[in-house]
């Protein structure tokens, strides 16, 4: 079994099998709006437009399962979102990627990849562990997406290679692109 | 007439919607995901696509979630 074994749904509405990715390099990710915590759009693009040309592609998969649920105090969250627009790599539809609800492909990401902490170095890293132990600490148990952003790495032959949390930035995550290509 | 720019899935354009709501004020939402015009207003006031952009006159805006400015900018009209 593979990620090319999994459909995903695109924003008109159809129904995509993975495989049409069969020998490129991905990194699913499930996004969310800018809205304060963990902006991540724009280093994503910017691995996309790097690598695009040597077989790398981005799969977005928002996800409103975390929206309205920000962590840390108020005055630490600005107030506003900012629109994604200009983002070029592949956003799929809508849909759930935690719980019983999860996409199957989620549900197969993470039993592939457990959850292995936050990165406590990251400046958001004990605030989001907090924020979870205070609010959701279901959210903490198993292996299900913790939260926004987190990324699992595929490579040409459809494994899951790697999971990366909320608190990796994609910047960081290159050379482990690089490697794959 | 009070217009909200916003987009759905932004809890924070939700936030001001509910908050006018409760003032009983109304106001008009203009979407910058669905509506191509709305976008290019937003961006033409505020510069950016950064939302909940609230303005009556589309010249004085509040960008965000703030009560106070929300207020000022209601009082203003």
């Known amino acids: 079994m593979s990620v090319y074994d999994f459909t995903a749904t695109t924003k008109g509405g159809a129904e995509k099998s993975l495989a049409d990715y069969r020998g490129k390099v991905l990194l699913i990710v499930n996004t969310a709006s800018k809205c304060g915590f963990t902006p991540q759009f724009d280093e994503l693009q910017k691995l996309y437009t790097t690598y695009k040309d040597r077989g790398f592609e981005v799969l977005g998969f928002p996800c409103n399962q975390f929206a309205g649920q920000e962590p840390g105090s108020n005055d630490e969250v600005q107030q506003f979102c900012k629109f994604n627009y200009g983002v070029t790599f592949t956003v799929f539809g809508k849909g759930d990627v935690r719980g019983e609800t999860a996409q199957p492909l989620f549900k197969y990401l993470t039993a592939q990849k457990k959850f292995e902490g936050f990165d406590m170095n990251h400046p958001v890293g004990p605030k989001l562990l907090e924020a979870l132990q205070q609010n959701f600490p279901e959210y903490l148990e198993g292996d299900g997406i913790k939260w926004n952003f987190t990324k699992f790495l595929i490579d040409r032959n459809g494994e899951v290679v790697a999971r990366f949390e909320p608190t990796t930035t994609p910047a960081a995550i290159a050379p482990a692109i690089e490697k794959l290509l | ?77």
């Open chain 2, 1 to 77: 007439m009070v217009k909200v720019y916003s987009f759905e899935g932004c809890p924070w354009c939700t936030k001001v919607k509910n908050y006018l709501k409760a003032r009983g004020v109304e106001y008009e939402t203009r979407d910058i995901e669905l509506s191509d015009e709305a976008r290019a207003e937003c961006e033409k006031i505020s510069g950016d696509l950064t939302v909940p952009v609230t303005t009556i006159d589309g010249k004085n805006f509040v960008l965000g979630f703030d009560k106070r400015k929300i207020d000022e900018l209601l009082a203003s009209a």
